[in-house]
C-alpha cells in the first residue's frame, strides 16, 4: 500500500506551485491514501523582505493578516469533496523556528484544529543558511562545527515549544554544498543527536524522514540519514512520518519506495497519520 504524504506544500507557499485542487486529483491518480498540506508559516520579523509571505488564491499577500487561513481551509475543504473520498486531504502547517517564535505564531496556530503540525530549523540567525543564497555571511562567521551547535540548540527550543506534531527534516543543514562543510558539519552534529532525539521521545513528537534530500539535493539518503534513523530506533523513537516536501504536484510520494527501505532497515515499522492534533492511524512499511 502507497504510504501518506505528509509534508506537501500547495501554491500558498510562496516558493511553490499548484493549485491545493492539482494536488489532491494528481494524489488520487498516484493512488496516496490521503495527504497533510503543510502551508509555510515563516513568520520572523528579522526576515520580512524574504519571508512573510503567502500567495492567497493567486495574489501574493504579507503575513501580516491571517485572512488567509480562511481561505486556505476552505480550499482544502473544496478539494476533499471534489476529489470524492478518493484521497483523504488533512489541514496542516509547517511552521519556521526562530527565536521567539512562540508568539508570532500562536495566532495562526491556534485559529483551526490543525491535523497535523511540522516545526522546522531553516535559519540561524536569522539566515537561511543552507542555500548558497544568503550563507556567505554566516558561514564567513562561524566553522561547521560552531554551526552544528547552533543548529542543536535551536531544535532544542523549537522541540521544547511544543508548537510542532513532528520534527521536521532533521539534519537539514547538511544540503549545504561549500566545500568541506558537509562532513564536518555532521560530524560535529553526530554527538549530539542523542540529545535531540530522547527529547523528541519524551515529548511525544515525530520525527519526519524527509525525500527531498534525495530526490532535489541528489544525497543518497534522506532527511535525517541512514546513522540517525537507526541511532533513533535504539534510543526507543518509534514515531514516524514520511513526507516529500513536494513544492509541485509532481513531486508527491516522489522517493517513498526508498523511505520505506531506509525506515525499515533502520527498524521502523509503521508510518503515522494524524487527525485534529492526534495519532489517528498508522501505514504498514
Known amino acids: 500500500m502507497q504510504i501518506p504524504d505528509y509534508h506537501v506544500h500547495p501554491d500558498y507557499s510562496i516558493d511553490a506551485k499548484g493549485s491545493i485542487q492539482r494536488y489532491a486529483t494528481t494524489a488520487a491518480a498516484r493512488g496516496l491514501p490521503e495527504i497533510c498540506f503543510t502551508t509555510h508559516l515563516d513568520l520572523d520579523p528579522l526576515r520580512a523582505t524574504e519571508d512573510r509571505w503567502i500567495r492567497d488564491r493567486g495574489e501574493r499577500r504579507s503575513f501580516r493578516t491571517l485572512n488567509w487561513l480562511d481561505h486556505y481551509w476552505e480550499d482544502i475543504d473544496r478539494a476533499q469533496s471534489e476529489v470524492n473520498g478518493q484521497v483523504l486531504l488533512k489541514h496542516g502547517l509547517e511552521i519556521d523556528y526562530f527565536p521567539g517564535f512562540e508568539t508570532f505564531v500562536r ?38 562545527e560552531e554551526t552544528a551547535e547552533a543548529y542543536v540548540m535551536a531544535v532544542r527550543d523549537a ?58 539535493y541528489g544525497l543518497g539518503e534522506p532527511f535525517p540519514g541512514t546513522e540517525t534513523l537507526a541511532l533513533a530506533v535504539r534510543l526507543g523513537v518509534s514515531r514516524i512520518t514520511i513526507g516529500s516536501d513536494s513544492h509541485r504536484p509532481e513531486e508527491l510520494g516522489n522517493c517513498f519506495d526508498e523511505a520505506r527501505q531506509f525506515a525499515l532497515e ?12 492526534e495519532i489517528n492511524g498508522s501505514f504498514q512499511l
Open 107 to 144: 495566532p495562526a496556530r491556534e485559529s483551526y484544529p490543525w491535523d497535523f503540525v511540522l516545526v522546522s530549523v531553516h535559519c540561524l540567525e536569522h539566515i537561511a543558511i543552507a542555500g548558497q543564497e544568503e550563507s556567505g555571511p554566516y558561514l564567513a562567521r562561524h566553522t561547521p
Open 266 to 277: 533502520a527498524g521502523f515499522t509503521t508510518a503515522l497519520t494524524y487527525q485534529k492534533g
Open 159 to 216: 522541540i521544547a515549544s511544543g508548537f510542532g506534531h513532528a520534527l521536521a527534516h532533521l539534519d537539514y543543514f547538511k544540503r549545504q554544498v561549500s566545500p568541506g562543510f558537509r562532513p564536518r558539519f555532521l560530524a560535529a552534529l553526530a554527538p549530539r543527536l542523542p540529545e535531540i532525539l530522547e527529547l523528541l521521545q519524551r515529548a511525544g513528537m515525530a520525527m519526519e524522514i524527509n525525500t527531498r534530500a534525495i530526490r532535489t
